[in-house]
């Protein structure tokens, strides 16, 4: 079957910086996407990765180890509207799955 | 705004009772997606279509069905509806069905079953 891993909760300090990891379990792998939810909002895209390595976009970068069914989102410099639930997803030959998110906690 | 509209917003309805949740994708957009997110849970899939066909099913009850129309949009019918129904519901939409890049996500109908 199909599975994501992500760690429920992470807190960090705002202008920190902190990584939110992603295990995968799939078939027909065709890449690994994260995005951002804000409660009682919908998910926004942040990033998409396809091929193995470090995609950066501002302040939020995405890594992806397709060998290792690996990847992570890291966040640099903090702000306290980064405070949401992220949500790793797995697209494959079949369908498109989400992990069970990580809600961010960010401290002044 | 995502461009994906959904309605309604906000739903409030009985044990027992047939709901249909309504979805226009984005303009272009062949494919769409529904989820179904319970409260402080993750996206769980339901089902794909892709261009009027039903393209992927996710852990869709037999209760619900759902079907995509030749102007693009789409519905989702749930039906003998229970407690644990009551969830928001997405719909995404994107360009191709290949399952690859950004889903553009709907605001949610969110379904209160009392």
């Known amino acids: 079957g199909q599975s994501l891993e992500q760690p429920s909760e992470v807190t960090a300090v705002e202008g920190a910086i902190v990584q939110i990891n992603c295990t995968y379990q799939?078939?027909?792998?065709?890449?690994l996407s994260w995005y951002q939810q804000h409660d009682g909002g919908a998910p926004t895209f942040l990033s998409y990765?396809?091929?193995?390595g470090l995609e950066e976009t501002g302040r939020f970068s995405s890594f992806l180890s397709r060998s290792d069914s690996y990847g992570y989102l890291l966040l640099q410099e903090l702000q306290m509207k980064d405070s949401a639930s992220y949500f790793c997803?797995?697209?494959?030959?079949?369908?498109?799955?989400f992990g069970s998110g990580t809600r961010l906690s960010i401290r002044p | 705004d995502s461009g994906v509209t959904q309605t309604p917003k906000h739903l409030i309805t009985a044990t027992g009772q047939r709901v249909t949740l309504r979805c226009s994708p984005r303009?272009?957009?062949?494919?769409v997606y529904w989820y179904q997110q319970s409260l402080d849970q993750g996206l769980q899939f339901l089902i794909q279509?892709?261009?009027?066909?039903?393209?992927a099913k996710g852990n869709i009850l037999e209760r619900f069905s759902a079907q995509q129309f030749p102007d693009l949009h789409s519905e989702l019918n749930l039906s003998s509806l229970e407690l644990g129904d009551s969830a928001l519901y997405f719909c995404?939409?994107?360009?191709?069905?290949?399952?690859?890049?950004?889903?553009?996500f709907g605001e949610g109908s969110r379904l209160t079953v009392l």
């Open positions: 995404a939409s994107s360009a191709s069905g290949a399952n690859t890049g950004e889903l553009f």
């Open positions: 799939t078939s027909g792998f065709y890449g």
């Open positions: 990765n396809a091929l193995d």
């Open positions: 997803a797995v697209g494959s030959a079949s369908k498109i799955i």
């Open positions: 303009s272009g957009d062949l494919s």
């Open positions: 279509y892709y261009n009027g066909e039903e393209r």
